[in-house]
């Protein structure tokens, strides 16, 4: 149980395009989602936490208008990437907890590969 | 922020147990210890959480002492397939259960 799913597994675009990423909790609702960045040879950064029917919470450093979060669901949270650019080419992965909870373990979904030519 | 500092790497040979200890100095009360794995151009996966004591499920043993300060994750008897980068997180109770990535332990499983 508690799988997390994320489409597409890479993605190449051009500069100034707009890429969505979907994160999907395949078997448990998911109030809480989380999503995460990570560069070549370095830890995952926390870039915001999604709570399903509100705004994402970014943090600090991360642009909330380039990087457009949606939890429309207990099951779904989108990443948008507005007008990217090739330092934006990353891994970005989601995670997703039954609740915005300390002891509730947090799945990680595949990760996404993003890059822009 | 309860920052998490464990060694950037180590090295083990199969059939060994390896050992990672973590340091939390500055966890607060209610926070949980976590800790995953992650392989190459994958996603984490988690691998076991505590508060206190002893906690052991199927793959991993975690050892909290009674301060809280510090942790140790053990893995029996390694094999190869367990090269990869091992994560020690404190799971903020006061932020919605937020995770902080450190650079982690980079794990070497030699034959």
């Known amino acids: 149980g508690a799988v997390v799913s994320q489409h597409p597994s890479w993605v190449i675009c051009k500069s100034g395009t707009s890429v969505k990423i979907e994160c999907r909790s395949l078997d448990f609702q998911a109030t809480t989602m989380f999503w995460y960045r990570q560069f070549p040879k370095q830890s995952l950064m926390l870039m915001a936490t999604?709570?399903?029917?509100?705004?994402?919470?970014?943090e600090q450093g991360v642009e909330k208008d380039k990087f457009l979060i949606n939890h429309a669901s207990l099951t779904l949270s989108t990443l948008t990437v507005t007008s990217a650019h090739p330092e934006d080419s990353s891994f970005y992965i989601c995670?997703?907890?039954?609740?915005?909870?300390?002891?509730?373990?947090?799945?990680f979904g595949p990760g996404t590969r993003l890059t822009v030519l | 922020l309860a920052k998490t500092t464990q060694p950037i790497s180590m090295d083990s040979y199969e059939g060994q147990e390896v050992n990672i200890t973590c340091s939390h100095n500055?966890?607060?009360?209610?926070?949980?210890i976590t800790w995953y794995q992650q392989f190459p151009s994958q996603g984490p996966r988690f691998i076991i959480q505590?508060?206190?004591t002893k906690v052991t499920n199927e793959v991993a043993s975690l050892f909290i002492p009674a301060d809280r300060k510090s942790s140790t994750l053990s893995l029996p008897r390694v094999s190869l397939s367990d090269t990869a980068v091992y994560y020690c997180l404190v799971a903020l109770y006061n932020q919605g259960g937020k995770l902080i990535f450190g650079q982690g332990t980079e794990l070497s499983v030699k034959p």
């Open positions: 999604s709570n399903e029917g509100s705004k994402a919470t970014y």
């Open positions: 505590g508060y206190k």
């Open positions: 995670s997703a907890s039954f609740s915005a909870g300390a002891e509730d373990t947090q799945y």
């Open positions: 500055n966890i607060a009360t209610n926070d949980y």
